[in-house]
């Protein structure tokens, strides 16, 4: 089992994603406030899409939830995927901590 947690900070929604490989498919649950992310929330994903961008069973579940484009539950719930699957080490991700975007200039509104 993989637990990865998004902290989806400019929208205010934090998200728990646990997922379980079994067999050719990877059990994804999602935990989260977000609406939009509820309609994703439980999937059963074939291995074999997990590795593209664009024929990928994860974006194509947050497309058909109408996710905004800039969600990075998607990318954290591929993360999980590789993770459990084991085609990104633990320890490096561990060893890593985490995954973030950071907003490197002053905005000015």
Same mark, same amino acid.
């Given at each position: ?10 929208? @205010? ?9 079994? @067999?050719?498919?990877?059990?994804? +649950?999602?935990?989260? %406030? ?17 590795? +593209?961008?664009? +024929?990928?069973? *994860? ?12 969600? *990075? ?11 459990? =699957? ?9 060893? =890593?901590?985490?995954?973030?975007? %950071?907003? %490197?200039?002053?905005? %000015? +509104?």
């Amino acid at each position: 089992m993989t637990e990865v947690t998004v902290n989806s900070r400019i929208c @205010g929604y934090k998200h728990k994603i646990n997922a379980e490989k079994e @067999g050719k498919k990877i059990n994804v +649950d999602i935990t989260s %406030d977000c609406k939009k992310i509820q309609e994703m929330s439980k999937m059963e994903v074939p291995r074999m899409e997990i590795f +593209d961008i664009r +024929d990928n069973h *994860i974006t194509k579940k947050a497309q058909e939830a109408h996710t905004c484009p800039t969600c *990075i539950v998607p990318s954290g719930a591929i993360h999980a995927c590789h993770l459990e =699957s084991g085609f990104i080490s633990k320890t490096l991700a561990k060893e =890593s901590g985490s995954v973030s975007i %950071d907003f %490197d200039e002053e905005i %000015d +509104d």
